[in-house]
């Protein structure tokens, strides 16, 4: 057998990134493009896919969490006199769809793809269980995380925490909007500060909403780092699965 230092490097290391499995969070929103608005517009699906594909083929390993905004708003609908669980439940059917329509933009770019459910939709999407969804990750498939976590009054945020720690996840990446993380909100305070590195207990304590607070919570117990960062700037994934310092990290 030959020596360790003869063995060739990982496809990993060869490669140059920094991560060997990761949590993406992308918001339902951002199927609709910058404009925002509702529905799906099939060339910024096509182009997330793309990006996507381009770190997936690379080696490695993405789970995904998209949310349902862009189609249904739970809390939008509690807020308008429906019942919170009912609304939320809808909620999470929208995950399904947007889930449904990315996983046949990966698939057109060559990338196996699995969608697993919270809620059992047998005919369209595999039930959620932990060990399968490793299995997928470990085979090449990308494995994409629908219905949030089954149950009313979680955030599709703290459903990707969840499966992000679940899975073994080494960062959850959540590709937003914005450039990443201010002290104050920038749209309405022209010196707000832009953050490099915020720490969980920081970000809690300010009430940041750029993510949920039971998400961040959940992070902080398990040290699972988060990545935000822009997701309309294109190739911005690929920069941070190399290491590259954009957007904000959130940890310690």
């Known amino acids: 057998m030959p020596p360790l230092e003869s063995a060739p490097a990982p496809p990993l290391a060869r490669a140059g990134l ?6 993406l969070k992308l918001s339902g929103e951002a199927l609709c493009g910058e ?3 509702f529905g799906i517009r099939p060339e910024t699906l096509q182009r997330v896919a793309a990006e996507i594909a381009e770190v997936s083929k690379l080696g490695v390993q993405i789970g995904i969490v998209v949310g349902g905004g862009n189609i249904f708003r739970g809390l939008k609908g509690a807020s308008a006199g429906m019942d919170r669980s009912q609304s939320d439940y809808m909620g999470m059917l929208a995950t399904v769809i947007n889930a449904l329509a990315l996983q046949d933009a990966l698939e057109r770019q060559g990338c196996p793809t699995r969608v697993m459910t919270a809620i059992e939709i047998r005919q369209v999407a595999e039930p959620y269980i932990r060990r399968r969804a490793m299995r997928h990750l470990e085979k090449g498939s990308l494995v994409i995380f629908a219905a949030g976590t089954g149950n009313p009054f979680f955030s599709t945020d703290t459903a990707a925490a969840l499966r992000a720690v679940e899975i073994g996840a080494q ?3 959540k590709a937003t909007k914005v450039e990443g993380i201010f002290d104050r909100d920038p749209a309405r305070h022209e010196g707000a500060q832009f953050l490099t590195k915020i720490s969980y207990d920081r970000f809690l304590a300010d009430r940041i909403g750029v993510m949920d607070q039971t998400a961040v919570t959940l992070c902080r117990e398990n040290k699972l780092p988060i990545r935000v960062f822009k997701l309309a700037q294109r ?3 690929m920069r941070v699965v190399m290491g590259e310092s954009i957007g904000t990290v959130v940890e310690g």
């Open 18 to 23: 920094s991560y060997r499995r990761i949590l």
């Open 235 to 237: 190739g911005n994934i």
């Open 35 to 37: 404009d925002g608005g």
């Open 171 to 173: 960062a959850l990446f």
